[in-house]
């Protein structure tokens, strides 16, 4: 048996017609049945869906063969164990600080003031802004990050941006964008050498499948 951890929503969606590719459908649909292992058109293959956050864990400790990930989530986690073959160029987003539109980010950064910034990617923004030289105060957050700038509770936040409406409607603006994200496929390593056969195929018509 394969299984392949995957999250609800845009990623879920957008690995579908890869699936396709390699002769898999799955047999339900996840926002309508309330299972969290769902059966393919292929008696060897099963989808499991965790959290997003989740799907690195899983693949890395057995959990799950192979999933589907975004770049953020695999770098926030650290991907050790993890055989990572290929760039989907699927959920394509970026990572960018972004504050209040009435907030002056850039005299902030050159007068090197202590920012307070909110975010869930906390490594990365860590790295980020070190790299810069910026000294910040980082505040863990999983809900709304959009909150954080406009009732006062951070100067800035690190978040991903698609179209960047949410912001616009928030009143905030994106001033860095740190890095380009896109979904990955991820292996897990004992698996790729117990089941390499049929890892391999999927991986194969992945590829060939994947958006140019």
């Not at 459908?25 to 997003?52: G, M, Q």
């Amino acid at each position: 048996m394969i299984t392949l951890a995957l999250s609800k929503g845009r990623i879920f969606e957008e690995t579908l017609p890869l699936l396709a590719a390699a002769g898999i459908e799955v047999t339900e649909d996840p926002e309508k049945s309330r299972k969290l292992i769902l059966a393919t058109t292929r008696p060897d293959v099963r989808v499991v869906l965790v959290r997003a956050s989740d799907v690195p864990t899983y693949v890395q400790y057995g959990g799950a063969d192979l999933g589907v990930t975004g770049l953020d989530v695999l770098l926030e986690h650290g991907n050790q164990g993890l055989y990572q073959p290929l760039d989907l160029r699927i959920a394509a987003c970026r990572l960018s600080v972004a504050v209040r539109a009435d907030y002056d980010y850039a005299s902030a950064v050159k007068q090197g003031s202590r920012l307070k910034v909110a975010t869930k990617y906390v490594g990365l923004a860590r790295e980020f802004f070190a790299s810069k030289g910026v000294h910040v105060d980082l505040i863990k957050l999983y809900g709304s990050m959009e909150l954080a700038p406009l009732t006062g509770l951070a100067d800035a936040i690190v978040d991903l941006v698609s179209t960047g409406n949410t912001l616009k409607a928030n009143h905030l603006i994106e001033v860095e964008r740190i890095m380009d994200i896109s979904a990955r496929l991820v292996v897990n390593q004992a698996a790729l050498k117990l089941k390499q056969e049929p890892i391999r195929r999927i991986v194969d018509a992945f590829a060939s499948a994947i958006p140019t």
